[in-house]
């Protein structure tokens, strides 16, 4: 049986004993089911995400795929035809759908117009997998201004629908400008919830959830801007995005004093800031006020003014320590922070975390490297050269670390956990320098209850300085860890000579041009 849950999890049930045996994470949003009729598949859905199912040969395992649609969904409606549905736009257009049974894996073909100012980093919200939210940096280009911009970009129509230039900035003092003001970093802020807090959540929090799925954080690098100005400019900065609009809105922001270059989305709305120094901060909403606040909830550690590049990454191979206080009502946990200094390599911290759900405090700690992390430290910085950019994942029990020295090379360096302490190392070349890189939350599903077409598991996603675009992960045919350029100089993907077609077609456009295609 399958079954969905308010956050957009797909469950599926074993019928003989009703256990859980698999839960997948499709959005954010309640899902809906259409059938098709007479047919052995459907579609699982939201306003802005459709899913196909269709039984594979293999007993008890299911075909999963996204299909596109040229426009959001209100619902979807068995069809009286065998194998259509009726399509219910939000807009109130009705849409008689035929569903191929034959259909293969969708690719995207489209191309978005190209962008005129360079982008540092892609993000998406909680609240829709309609958008993305792409922060970019002014360029020296006598045409252009010199401001940052935020621009969103609907995925599913490839164009760009609204942007917001920091030009627009209200800061209460009319003589600053934040002009040259560069984006260091930019989030999404989802409230995550610890599981033993989930049970004390009030109405009042439910609803805070929801406002901050659609919310951006963003950090400024003030270096450029005169001292005296600087210090009355805000550098952490929170956005609100509207999805019925599309536009993006700046709601609240502080000057933490200290240059930041990375946010990290810890828990019940706590954000690690990072830069010269590093520092927790609570983001709040009064429900009974509308307002939004920006709070210091933890000590503030100086890092000797040496500033961190943005990456940011959890130890994953200590097991959690959460210890509940007696009488309290509250828990206290311990995790290890790992964070990248461009001159001292890795840096770790102790993260102390104590919470009733509600009240939220952050205390951190430095904490020395073992042995064997400094051998590890050692090779990685014994080059003479100051990393700019790095992220780790552990997949399979392994261990992946990939670094930049902000040249166009990178470096990936392996360890498994179970086995010998013997640190692999590869390097691989792209046609750019490098700017960012980023992992990529991924698990195995060959063993799942849906199969994958693809061969290709992305571990991390590198950007270069020309807006280029390169996924790094494991070909498991090959059982090897390659390069995959999505994209180098624009943003486009190549299409196949024969072509296959999911999605479905918008009758306003000339030759009912097709959203999706292989």
């Given at each position: 049986i399958f079954m969905s849950d308010t956050e957009g999890n797909l469950c599926v049930m074993k019928l003989a004993t009703f256990e859980i045996v698999e839960e997948v994470k499709i959005c954010k949003k309640?899902?809906?089911?259409?059938?098709?009729?007479?047919?052995?598949?459907?579609?699982?859905?939201?306003a802005d995400t459709i899913i196909f199912f269709k039984p594979s040969k293999i007993k008890g395992r299911f075909k999963i795929q996204e299909v596109y649609a040229p426009c959001p969904i209100s619902c979807l409606i068995p069809g009286e035809k065998?194998?259509?549905?009726?399509?219910?736009?939000?807009?109130?257009?009705?849409?008689?759908?035929?569903?191929?049974?034959?259909?293969?894996?969708?690719?995207?073909?489209?191309?978005?117009?190209?962008?005129?100012?360079?982008?540092?980093?892609?993000?998406?919200?909680?609240?829709?997998?309609?958008?993305?939210?792409v922060a970019a940096l002014p360029v020296a280009n006598p045409l252009q201004d010199k401001y940052s911009e935020i621009y969103v970009y609907d995925i599913k129509q490839f164009k760009n629908i609204s942007a917001f230039n920091f030009s627009n900035l209200n800061n209460d003092i009319e003589s600053i400008k934040y002009e040259n003001a560069m984006i260091s970093d930019i989030i999404a802020v989802p409230m995550l919830k610890r599981t033993e807090t989930l049970g004390k959540r009030k109405t009042s929090e439910l609803y805070k959830e929801v406002i901050f799925n659609s919310c951006i954080l963003v950090?400024?690098?003030?270096?450029?801007?005169?001292?005296?100005?600087?210090?009355?400019?805000?550098?952490?900065?929170?956005?609100?995005?509207?999805e019925e609009s599309g536009f993006i809105e700046f709601v609240f922001g502080i000057n933490t004093g200290f240059s930041i270059t990375g946010l990290h989305n810890y828990y019940n709305g706590c954000?690690?800031?990072?830069?010269?120094?590093?520092?927790?901060y609570q983001l709040n909403y009064s429900v009974h006020d509308n307002k939004f606040s920006i709070e210091q909830v933890s000590n503030r550690l100086n890092i000797s003014g040496i500033t961190i590049t943005s990456s940011i990454f959890f130890d994953k191979r200590k097991a959690k320590i959460a210890r509940k206080q007696q009488n309290i009502g509250t828990w206290v946990y311990l995790e290890e922070m790992i964070l990248l200094d461009v001159?001292?390599?890795?840096?770790?911290?102790?993260?102390?975390?104590?919470?009733?759900?509600?009240?939220e405090k952050v205390q951190l700690q430095v904490q020395p490297l073992n042995l064997f992390e400094r051998d590890l430290i050692n090779s990685i910085t014994d080059t003479g050269k100051m990393l700019t950019s790095a992220a780790a994942i552990?997949?399979?029990?392994?261990?992946?670390?990939?670094?930049?020295?902000?040249?166009?090379?990178?470096?990936?360096?392996?360890l498994k956990l179970d086995g010998e302490e013997e640190i692999d190392e590869r390097v691989y070349h792209v046609a750019e320098q490098v700017t960012t890189?980023?992992?990529?939350?991924?698990?195995?599903?060959?063993?799942?209850?849906?199969?994958?077409?693809?061969?290709?598991?992305?571990?991390?996603?590198?950007?270069t300085l020309s807006n280029g675009c390169y996924v790094i992960g494991i070909l498991h045919e090959e059982s090897d860890i390659s390069l995959h350029i999505l994209s180098e100089k624009k943003a486009v993907f190549a299409k196949r000579s024969v072509q296959k077609f999911l999605g479905f077609l918008d009758p306003q456009m000339d030759d009912h041009t097709v959203i999706s295609e292989i």
């Open positions: 309640k899902l809906q089911f259409c059938e098709v009729p007479n047919s052995d598949y459907f579609f699982i859905y939201t065998d194998d259509s549905v009726v399509m219910v736009t939000s807009q109130g257009q009705f849409y008689d759908v035929l569903v191929p049974g034959d259909a293969g894996r969708a690719t995207l073909c489209s191309k978005f117009e190209k962008v005129l100012k360079t982008c540092l980093k892609f993000i998406t919200l909680e609240s829709s997998s309609r958008y993305v939210i950090s400024l690098n003030l270096d450029s801007i005169d001292d005296i100005d600087s210090k009355n400019m805000n550098n952490l900065l929170l956005f609100s995005f509207d954000v690690l800031v990072y830069g010269e120094s590093v520092q927790a001159r001292k390599g890795v840096m770790r911290f102790n993260v102390i975390h104590t919470t009733d759900g509600n009240i552990t997949f399979k029990n392994i261990r992946y670390l990939l670094i930049s020295y902000g040249d166009q090379k990178l470096t990936l360096f392996s890189i980023n992992s990529v939350r991924t698990t195995d599903s060959r063993m799942s209850t849906f199969l994958g077409e693809s061969t290709f598991m992305p571990l991390f996603l590198v950007s």
